[in-house]
């Protein structure tokens, strides 16, 4: 069935540095995808969609220059955290959806965040 | 915007036993309904859904969940629980006009006692 995987599934940065995580549809093609942040004992909360071949869609609150996202081709986001602080440290999580079937959405692993 | 509230971040039930999870959403129009499963290590995994028509779901693995309007719920349930139900559960809900952007509850771990 349709999968979507992220890398990678946890990561540890310095503070300052920049981190980028990818999430890829492996066998369909995903024109739009979505990445989410769920903080300890919180919701998974929508930050952006994710267009192929054209900006990022942000979620109000969402800083879009600290949170870049690209979706250069049709199997592949990517979320780069820049200059990463402590209270960046979450569980990202994408999604992508499978036109082919019915619009149904597929889910990635998650990656943990943790800067130090 | 959409919210959704799952009461108990963690339940716990001996197998055999009933699960019921916890769903409320707050919508002036109904919206779709999901409930996602989330093993450790591992993505999330779609149990059920509820888009139109019958207001009880059957999902995989045994579970169910019914939709009410009136209490704006969408519980969760298993007859029976099983060892390997043991995982972390999300109620979520999309509008009807944007499918593909979910707002999910805060999620429900269930503990299964042997």
């Known amino acids: 069935g349709a999968v979507v995987s992220q890398h990678p599934s946890r990561v540890i940065c310095k503070s300052g540095t920049s981190v980028k995580i990818e999430c890829r549809s492996l066998?369909?093609?995903?024109?739009?995808m979505f990445w989410y942040r769920q903080f300890p004992k919180q919701s998974l909360m929508l930050m952006a969609t994710s267009n192929e071949g054209s900006k990022a869609t942000y979620e109000q609150g969402v800083e879009k220059d600290k949170f870049l996202i690209n979706h250069a081709s049709l199997t592949l986001s990517t979320l780069t955290v820049t200059s990463a602080h402590p209270e960046d440290s979450s569980f990202y999580i994408c999604?992508?959806?499978?036109?082919?079937?019915?619009?149904?959405?597929?889910f990635g692993e998650g990656s943990w965040l943790t800067v130090v | 915007a959409q919210s959704v509230t799952q009461l108990g971040s963690h339940v716990s039930v001996s197998e055999g036993a009933l699960v019921l999870l916890r769903c409320n959403y707050s919508s002036s129009v109904p919206p779709y309904l999901f409930w996602y499963v989330q093993y450790p290590n591992q993505g999330l995994q779609l149990l059920l859904k509820?888009?139109?028509?019958?207001?009880l779901v059957k999902g995989i693995n045994g579970f169910e969940a019914e939709f009410k309007k009136s209490e704006t719920s969408f519980h969760l349930t298993k007859p029976s629980a099983h060892m390997s139900d043991a995982a972390e559960y999300f109620c979520a809900v999309s509008d009807r006009g944007n499918f593909n952007k979910f707002y999910f509850g805060s999620g429900t771990k269930l503990n299964v006692k042997p």
């Open positions: 509820y888009t139109t028509g019958a207001t």
């Open positions: 999604s992508a959806s499978h036109g082919g079937t019915g619009n149904t959405i597929y």
């Open positions: 066998d369909f093609q995903a024109t739009t």
